[in-house]
């Protein structure tokens, strides 16, 4: 069992950046990937960066790439996402989630967190 907890959500500004984090605790915690997830009011709930349990593969949604970060420090149990050149469209709840096995879809992962809000003003 995984448990996760977000947090470093906020409001900012367009060009702004937020780094999130999400804290993992379980025996297996540090041996799953993990991954952020984010929804919008009305929207579905779309991906937005994965990590292997190593931190030595990463995958991005094209719509982050190259403003979003992904990164985790397993000493810490702690995985981070460092969003950079923020935009309007940007905000939503971002949902941090982890499971056995590196993907983009939803469905991939079993463990989720409760969500941090991020909302970027124009």
């Known amino acids: 069992q995984v448990q996760l907890v977000e947090s470093g959500g906020g409001l900012v500004q367009t060009g702004s950046s937020l780094r999130l984090s999400c804290a993992a605790s379980?025996?297996?915690?540090?041996?799953?990937?993990m991954a952020w997830f984010r929804q919008a009011p009305g929207k579905d709930r779309e991906f937005v960066a994965a990590?292997?349990?190593?931190?030595?593969?990463?995958n991005y949604a094209d719509s982050v790439k190259g403003r979003f970060t992904i990164s985790r420090d397993n000493t810490k149990n702690t995985m981070y996402l460092q969003m950079d050149s923020l935009k309007p469209e940007d905000t939503a709840v971002y949902y941090c989630?982890?499971?056995?096995?590196?993907?983009?879809?939803?469905?991939?992962?079993?463990?989720w967190g409760q969500g941090t809000q991020v909302t970027v003003s124009s």
């Open positions: 990590i292997n349990w190593s931190g030595g593969r990463t």
């Open positions: 989630s982890a499971d056995q096995f590196l993907g983009s879809s939803s469905s991939n992962y079993n463990y």
């Open positions: 379980g025996r297996t915690a540090s041996s799953y990937a």
